[in-house]
């Protein structure tokens, strides 16, 4: 059963463009070891009107503030194994650990960021 790691980060509106660059690379290394899809998601309708039904939204959920946004983020894998094997994988590549990045602030702050793992329930594909 396919298995997905989620994310849901507070990031600086204006440091969009460095995350941006920050996914891709990492878009680059997930893929590179195995993972079968990484998609990174920038809010767009982040306080939708749901027809009176009382819900948070991200927004409040995540505690952002004014001038940030949330990015919604996820990488799915075969299995709880394969990630487990893939992100190992990740961990371990060079460009996961080069001295050009070490020194480079991250866009975001690490204390504003969710993330787990996450076994499917449904899955239902329209076919291309």
Known sequence: MKYVD?????????NLPA????AKRGAE???KHGALEYIECVGDD?????GGMPVTTFPKMAKAKPGE???FS???FRSKAHRDSVNAKVMADPLMNSTEGKDMPMPFD???VAYGGFSVLVEKRKES
Request: net charge positive; proline share 7%.
């Open 6 to 14: 989620g994310f849901v980060i507070v990031v600086p509106e204006k």
């Open 19 to 22: 995350y941006r660059a920050m």
């Open 29 to 31: 290394i997930w893929m």
């Open 46 to 50: 982040l306080n939708p009107d749901m």
């Open 69 to 71: 946004t949330i990015v």
């Open 74 to 76: 996820f990488i799915i």
């Open 110 to 112: 690490m204390k504003k």
